[in-house]
């Protein structure tokens, strides 16, 4: 027999980490983008800056490997899985932040304007590995 309040409660949580998924991703992109000069969704959308499709693309995807890492170890319960995987995705990000902060410290001239140049610049996939990186070292940390 089809046990649909199973169903429904498997659903709802499922639909709870969506929720934080997305709330953490608006997160990162708003990091990103106090960290960038201009509008970064204009950037993206309108002028198609490649550099800076890179750079957010990265950090999307470093914060998906922590939030994902952080929901398959979660085995202590939901409500405490939940709130555990925020404050990891938040790590995440923060520092994402902090290692644009350290790229920015350790290459010559401004990063935010380079990456947000509208010329390729070998500097973006360079944040990006970071973010990547960044993201794998906090999944594994927590793992």
Known sequence: MIDMAAILADASEGLAWGVLALVLLAVSFGVIDVM?????GKQITEDHNRNLIIVVASGMLANAIVLATAIVTSADGFALGLTTAGIYGLLGILL??????????ITPGKLRDTVAATEPTPVAWFVAANHVAVGIVVAAAIS
Do not use: H, I, R
Not at 36 to 40: D, F, I, Q, W
Not at 96 to 105: C, E, I, P, Q, R
């Open 96 to 105: 994402n932040a902090a290692s644009f902060g350290l790229v920015d410290v």
């Open 36 to 40: 960038t000069p201009g509008k970064l």
